[in-house]
């Protein structure tokens, strides 16, 4: 059974910085890709970032290129979202992700089949 555990989540005014992570378990974890992605109240989920098996293969939201840094340690099954010139609009519930095939990332909600119970995000201005 894939479990995945965020943290990292919390309050912090417009221009500050947060770092989120997540860890794995449950199979062997540098063998899938992993992403991030957040919900807005009263919006869909949305894409933030992912990341390749190796970790050489990385993609962006738009709206967070330049500001957020995704990174992976396949030894320690962990996956870390730093983000950085944070934004009320990125005020959101955050979510670890992880497919249950070996194959490159994507971007789609539905490629994902395992999801970590989330972790708030809040930025005030």
């Known amino acids: 059974q894939v479990q995945l555990v965020e943290s990292g989540g919390g309050l912090v005014q417009a221009g500050g910085s947060l770092r989120l992570s997540c860890v794995a378990s449950?199979?062997?974890?540098?063998?899938?890709?992993m992403a991030w992605f957040r919900q807005a109240p009263g919006k869909e989920r949305e894409f933030v970032a992912a990341?390749?098996?190796?970790?050489?293969?990385?993609d962006y939201a738009d709206s967070v290129k330049g500001r957020f840094t995704i990174a992976r340690d396949n030894a320690k099954k962990t996956v870390n979202l730093q983000m950085n010139s944070l934004k009320p609009d990125d005020t959101a519930v955050y979510y670890c992700?992880?497919?249950?095939?070996?194959?490159?990332?994507?971007?789609?909600?539905?490629?994902?089949?395992?999801w970590g119970q989330g972790t708030p995000v809040t930025v005030s201005s």
């Open positions: 992700a992880a497919p249950d095939i070996p194959l490159h990332y994507r971007t789609e909600r539905g490629f994902y089949a395992y």
């Open positions: 449950g199979r062997t974890f540098g063998n899938y890709a």
């Open positions: 990341i390749s098996r190796s970790g050489g293969s990385i």
